[in-house]
């Protein structure tokens, strides 16, 4: 899948180089049972997205794992475009941390791409005792050739946002990223920008928080995160902690994917707003709201006002675009972001959602729209939950989209989606004028998996995409 030549490694030697690769024919996805009733392992899902094939919009092999309720969460890979360098290196191995158990999967995907196999098992012990860190989530290669990733608690559950490194050939346990005892309250995701020496992190919030499920007193008390991490790259010192102002639960982040840009997009899911972060001219960091989705007043839900809950965000490989998912809201954005201070809305699209026209919850307000939306009805099945997870094609000409969050809270605001399991969706994209288009011959049924319904959760492709490669 990657660019092939005389001396190069994994990837594509820039962003604009990357949207002329090749069309997407795989995708890889983990699927979550833990907290679903079935008791099976979790596993990863290859799914077949190429139009030609006679197994298009199928699941063509299932990998599950030796364990049961880790919570595969996200994924990444031993290697990436950091590496592009360095020819001894190529993407083989997909990394997947376990949100619950701690658990570090490496999967095969080199030998046989339609059918992964399990390569390695990181046990939770080992980072435990040498990182003190535990409930992992976001995984990110190094040019160094290291794996890194971002934890959210220590072993007992509190909040500890460090991150773990792992070696990117053998996958030990290295220790930690950042030095000893500088980990960041909180923690969640991590994206880094070498030029400018920096790395930024978020906050979710502690795991006994979280876990369980979501309590509304938990936001009054202060518990859920509110700022980002500045780390300076080279010494892996936090050197500043920006508050985010309305931004509560600041999850994905995103730099522009120009190695060279001093700017970037953070998603703040009960804040319903997008933040830009940039390098002020005192060389800090500085941020500002951008976008703001405004609440609808609800009854027949669990609190009076309903946010948008701001989830998944993802930026086109030439930074034209800003793609956002509303979980709850149950509609995905499109932005041009040509000028990053005023983003300009393009494209959107309802996929569901918990305001749907014939469900348990009446909108009494809506600035935004003048009726509730209707139910979306893909070849005949009825989309339970809402858009969740995103990724764009290279090209930037399809996005792909699953509706589970995190099985909790799943579980929570969208009991149905337990019952009818997730499902995989594509929406074509106007990339000219813009705008969102659902293709109406594509599903993944997640509810008729051969052991019972279950979650899915992040997409990735074998050779890379724009969430999970970071350019020097």
Known sequence: MATKCGKCGPGYPSPLEAMKGPREELVYLPCIYRNTGTEAPDYLATVDVNPKSPQYSQVIHRLPMPNLKDELHHSGWNTCSSCFGDSTKSRTKLVLPSLISSRVYVVDVATEPRAPKLHKVVEPKEIHAKCDLSYLHTSHCLASGEVMISALGDPKGNGKGGFVLLDGETFEVKGTWEQPGGAAPMGYDFWYQPRHNVMISTEWAAPNVLRDGFNPADVEAGLYGQHLHVWDWQRHEKVQTLTLQDGLIPLEI??????????????????????????????????????????????????????????????????????????????????????PKRPRLVGQIFLGGSIVKGGPVQVLEDQELK??????????????????????????????????????????????????????????????????????????????????????????????????????
């Open 254 to 339: 995103r730099f522009l994917h120009n190695p060279a840009a001093d700017q970037g997009f953070v998603g703040c899911a009960l804040g319903s707003n997008i933040q830009r972060f940039y390098k002020n001219q005192g060389g800090t960091w500085s941020v500002e709201k951008v976008i703001q989705v405004p609440p609808k007043k609800v009854k027949g839900w669990i609190l009076p006002e309903m946010p948008s809950l701001i989830t998944d965000i993802l930026l086109s490989l030439d930074d034209r675009f800003l793609y956002f998912s509303n979980w709850l809201h149950g509609d995905l954005r499109q932005y041009d972001i040509s000028d």
């Open 371 to 472: 009726c509730q939306p209707e139910p979306l009805v893909v070849k005949g099945k009825r989309v339970a939950g809402g858009p969740q997870m995103i990724q764009l094609s290279l090209d930037g000409t399809r996005l792909y989209v699953t509706t589970s969050l995190y099985s909790a809270w799943d579980k929570q605001f969208y009991p149905d989606l337990i019952r009818e399991g997730s499902v995989m969706l594509q929406i074509d994209v106007d990339t000219v004028r813009g705008g969102l288009k659902l293709n109406p011959n594509f599903l993944v049924d997640f509810g008729k998996e051969p052991l019972g319904p279950a979650l899915a959760h992040e997409l990735r492709y074998p050779g890379g995409d724009c969430s999970s490669d970071i350019w020097l």
